[in-house]
């Protein structure tokens, strides 16, 4: 069960009538615990009670833990704590079931719990009725079913099985995407810890993306032909021309992917800082961040590795390389960053040697 490190701020979803808290006094005769809790006491299930008027008054030890951060649940208003969590409009209807016994005294959906520091968690709600009793309900069990890594697995796999299909064709070693995901998310996470406005965009999840994403670079390759991608020689204009298609073909094979970033780095990581690249020839800070991030990852590996046309080169040398184009092939800030961790960069080329 995952632990939430960061109290979300307060949140108040407001409405025509006011705030979805009710302003009434707290006073009131929900606070003993009803005996219809008592299988949830112990339930593994994360589990809280809320009354008529939004308040927490009673939350499961599984629910204690799974938002251990969110110091005392009982006694506070529900969306204090989980307003950011749900679309507004669920939000809304939540409050109409709860306070209105609307849509059959029910509601199932999900949330998201976001914060900066930890990724984002996917979780599906279930809230009904404590009693039996619709007229004399007062209370309402709230279910949490964490669900983050599941749906994880399931969207990963099906993404890493198109990397395979891609990799049957390219012949960039398998070890070569996995280095490539490695620095990219060690270049994101010292971003991560210089913070500021200009890395602001950088949380928990963009790493933890980044770290998967990265690999994905060249999965357009599965629609360029066999002899471009092998031909020994140089290649002619035209051979280019196709083969420069692969960030476009990357970007549709993976526009069904639910985070932007996946297109971002497929499509312009072959872009230049100056402007110089392709697909679309964009500049500076046009490129995406993630696309700036791999592009000097991949280059770099490029260059240590052993390719048909060049021998592999030490760390130093491949280095030097990357520094001379920075401002010309590469964003010069991240530069001056990668530099400051130059050494994990080599770290991680041979932890993870062909
Ligand atoms: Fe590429
Ligand atoms: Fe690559």
Redesign the pocket.
Known sequence: MSNYEEEEEVELLEDDEGSLNESESDEDSSSVLPASFSPFKTSIIPVLIINKKLKIIHANEACEQMFSSFTHLTGKYFFDLFGKAFELDDARKIRETIINGGNGFSWKGSAQIKTRTTVSVQIRVYIFPLEMDLKTTSDFVVMFDDFTEENKKLLRSVFLSLLEASKLKDN?TGK??VR?NEYSKRLAQELFSIGGEAYKRIDADFIDNIGFLAAM??VGKIGTPDDILNKEGPLSDWEWAVMREHTKNGAFILSTYPHPMAKEIALS?HEKWNGTGYPFQLEGDMIPLAARIVTIA?VY??LRMERSYKPALGHEISMQKILEDSGSHFDPKLIDIVKTIDGDFCKIYDTHTD
């Open positions: 960039d070569h995407i490539v670079h060249d990581h991949d590996d490029a």
